[in-house]
């Protein structure tokens, strides 16, 4: 639907989409995507030959109020397209960009951070990119006072936004003692506050509990209910479409191979490269057996092998953790035993525990009182290096991890330092990598 503007002389003016892209393309300038700051500058260079090009030829037209789902397998160009849409790329993230994006009729072309943060509000994929204050509060106060808002204005909308978002008992706490998934509600919060036009949302549902899934739907329907266009990155696409997005722009390999209804998208859709609602995951599946095997699976309960007389390698012995002597009790009293060849899953909601009882396991987190012996061994008396040589751990924040300039160098970093030998090494990167197919 095209919304037509009354002139004085009684002719009407098309008014522009809330967000226009016309044949977006860009390319990284190098293999370590990592954005400038003050203390290191590169000079401007042609990116290397076999970089290629994150997203190419990008085109849609999203109207003012209107919710679009950008969809797509990992590593297909979503994120990149959205750090294009706020600035990020090309004022951060430096590489070869041509097309043009406009919001609300005007070129972001030479715009500035702080031009497009007053209309362009993101929540990150992963919030601890985004957190950066030592509180709740002043995290989201953060983009207020770089706007010179009154404090009494500030104080207003904090209280306001946190009441919206049922996070008044955040209040006061440190933002390092957060779980993931509570992070990632601080940053909508201070997104929020900021009531820009265009939201953008970057795998949102990923870190968070049912509870807060459920709350951040409700608070994409109010942005929108209110006007507000809302852009969305999602993979798990069966959760985002409980939103009824108005448009779907499906991406594969850096180019855009949908664009347009929900319904038809569905029709479409490969369900091997996004996550579908069931009944169209079944319209791709012709033969009944395969139906019974997507629906019907046995029970797993555990590793039938594992006796309850194997000595256990990890035991907790009543721990309990405070991050600091003022702040509240995380883990009370926590008492358990893992032995060799179980699985066993931690669940709970968001600030359960479960990151800060697996911080216990590995060392990074001493217990306020209590044991964690790994081993047998009080991890209190094991180093970093005698610890790193037993556990491995996938962080949930993978910023928090990888740091080196490309995954061969990354592969390598901890055998490495484990001074593997040199056959040793090279083989186990070599099986790292295929396992994983990276």
């Known amino acids: 639907m095209t919304i037509h503007a009354d002139n004085t002389d009684g002719t009407s003016t098309p008014t522009p989409p809330a967000v226009l892209v016309e044949n977006l393309t860009f390319r990284y300038r190098s293999l370590d995507d990592e954005p400038e ?113 009154p404090r009494a204005e500030m104080q207003e909308r904090i209280a306001g936004v946190l009441e919206q978002l049922h996070l008044e008992h955040y209040k006061g706490q440190a933002t390092f003692a957060l779980s993931g998934g509570q992070r990632q509600q601080v940053a909508a919060a201070g997104i929020l506050v900021m009531n820009p036009s265009l939201y953008l949302f970057d795998e949102p549902f990923a ?99 594992v006796s309850e007389q194997d000595k256990p390698i990890l035991v907790f012995e009543n721990v309990h953790y405070r991050y600091s002597s003022y702040s509240e009790e995380i883990l009370h009293g926590v008492s358990c035993q893992v032995r060799r060849g179980e699985t066993i899953a931690l669940l709970g909601p968001n600030g359960s525990g479960k990151t800060t009882m697996v911080k216990q396991a590995l060392g990074l987190l001493r217990p306020t009182s209590g044991s964690v012996k790994l081993y047998g061994e009080d991890t209190r008396r094991l180093s970093v290096a005698q610890l790193a040589a037993r556990i491995g751990y996938v962080f949930q924040s993978p910023s928090a991890m990888l740091f080196a300039s490309t995954v061969r160098k990354e592969v390598s970093f901890g055998p490495e330092n484990l001074r593997f030998p040199a056959e040793r090494l090279k083989a186990a990167v070599r099986q790292s990598e295929e396992a994983l197919n990276v």
């Open 37 to 149: 700051t003050k203390h290191h500058k590169t000079a401007p260079a042609e990116p290397p030959l076999e970089q290629p090009q994150a997203i190419e030829d990008i085109s849609f037209s999203l109207p003012a109020g209107e919710l679009m789902l950008i969809a797509g397998p990992s590593g297909c160009g979503k994120s990149t397209l959205l750090k294009c849409l706020n600035g990020l790329i090309p004022n951060s993230y430096h590489g070869m960009l041509s097309g043009q994006i406009q919001l609300g009729g005007r070129t972001i072309k030479g715009s500035t951070l702080r031009d497009l943060a007053l209309q362009v509000g993101t929540m990150l994929q992963d919030p601890d990119k985004q957190i950066i204050a030592s509180t709740v509060e002043q995290e989201i106060a953060f983009g207020m006072e770089n706007m010179n808002t």
């Open 207 to 305: 870190n968070l509990d049912a509870r807060a899934v459920d709350e951040l739907e409700e608070l994409i329907a109010g942005l929108r209910a209110r006007g507000h266009t809302v852009i969305i990155v999602e993979h798990r696409v069966e959760e985002a479409l409980r939103l009824k997005p108005d448009k779907v722009l499906l991406m594969k390999d850096g180019r855009q191979v949908f664009f347009g209804s929900t319904r038809d998208f569905l029709e479409i859709a490969d369900p091997t490269q996004v996550k579908l609602p069931i009944k169209s995951t079944l319209r791709t599946v012709s033969d009944p057996a395969k139906v019974r095997a997507l629906l019907v699976r046995p029970i797993t309960t555990g590793v039938s092998s």
